[in-house]
């Protein structure tokens, strides 16, 4: 096969088959007498001509021989003479992350995508191949929180809730290094990390968010570094699609405080976080959303919006008998209407 006779996939799997076990039974005596580096490197060496072999067999066939190059990689102390073995590798792996169909896209990220991001963490460091370890990290962080919000089961869940946290971990220490790394040349770090770290908080935040602990949530959101407006936009997006609607109102709140957020999000903001508050803080967010309609800032829509609430708001104290606080609402409902220049109310 190797000097180049032709062969149907369905011999190649066969004899990727037969081969994989005695492959798999010099890995498993790793560190005995009988088994030294260099026997790895011959089961690197013919894992790696296997899956060169095997190129466009069903993935059943690539993945054990991944997994057995994975863990040889892991085994040697000294892989200088295996670089380009364990680069194939481990651009094979990515290719076939990055490539599969909208269909199990997720699902085969999550197989092929680890993998790949072992075999370049057994590789000599460079800013290159640390930023591809960051990236691959990512991807997978972003496939594991996709396979919790569709999963059916609670165990399907807590699973890839679990895989998402430990990604987090591994997505931290890979930033660490490239700061590191960085650092011991005197550089100043990439500037993609800052927004790296972002999207990492995110995905921390949102992996927790299935699991309802406000506390962590809480602290999740108190930084030493104030968090960026995009970035806690996107956290109150993903409490509130998650269900996590204590957590969404606590993000939603620091979100407009801050001076930087554009207004078309600030507005549906605004809006989440009226249908969520409590009654004593509704009159705060009503006094943020005025001031910026009075610079001529706030979408019509979302205007018109708070310009009906308020008015129902009105009618519903009214009835109730209260009238002050009925009058106060009008009020609202009719400052708001000015600023739009609607030229009715409700």
Not at 48 to 64: I, R, S, W, Y
Not at 227 to 252: F, I, K, N, Q, S
Request: hydrophobic share 45%; aromatic share 6%; with cysteine.
């Amino acid at each position: 096969a190797l000097q180049g006779e032709p062969m149907d996939f369905e011999e190649v799997a066969a004899l990727v088959q037969s081969v994989v076990p005695l492959l798999l039974g010099v890995v498993e005596r790793a560190g005995s007498e009988e088994v030294d580096g260099e026997h790895h490197e011959h089961v690197i060496e013919a894992s790696v001509a296997l899956l060169d072999l095997a190129n466009g067999c069903d993935t059943e066939v690539e993945l054990p021989l991944l997994d057995i190059v994975v863990e040889s990689t892991a085994t040697l102390q000294d892989i200088a003479s295996l670089v380009a073995h364990v680069e194939w590798a481990q651009r094979l792996a990515w290719t076939r992350a990055r490539n599969a169909g909208q269909e199990g896209y997720h699902a085969t990220m999550v197989l092929f995508g680890a993998r790949s991001y072992h075999l370049l963490r057994a590789l000599p460091r460079s800013e290159g191949r640390l930023r591809d370890t960051q990236h691959i990290v990512l991807a997978l962080l972003s496939s594991h929180v996709k396979l919790a919000e569709t999963a059916e089961h609670p165990e399907g869940i807590n699973r890839h809730v679990d895989d998402a946290l430990s990604w987090v971990a591994r997505g931290k220490e890979v930033i660490r290094d490239r700061e590191e790394f960085a650092a011991a040349r005197l550089v100043a770090p990439p500037e993609d990390v800052g927004s790296a770290k972002e999207v990492l908080s995110i995905f921390e935040f949102t992996a927790h968010c299935h699991r309802g602990d406000l506390e962590t949530l809480s602290t999740l959101t108190r930084t030493p570094t104030p968090l960026a407006g995009d970035t806690l936009y996107a956290m109150a997006a993903a409490a509130l699609r998650t269900g996590c609607e204590a957590a969404a109102c606590e993000v939603l709140r620091s979100f407009l405080r801050c001076e930087t957020t554009a207004t078309p999000e600030f507005a549906t903001a605004v809006r989440e976080a009226v249908q969520r508050a409590p009654e004593q803080e509704l009159p705060e967010l009503f006094r943020a959303a005025e001031a910026r309609a009075d610079a001529g800032e706030y979408p019509v829509a979302e205007l018109r919006w708070l310009v009906a609430w308020a008015w129902n708001e009105g009618v519903r104290r009214h009835y109730e008998g209260a009238r002050r606080e009925a009058g106060e609402w009008f009020q609202r409902a009719m400052r708001l209407q000015g600023l739009g220049g609607f030229d009715e109310l409700p």
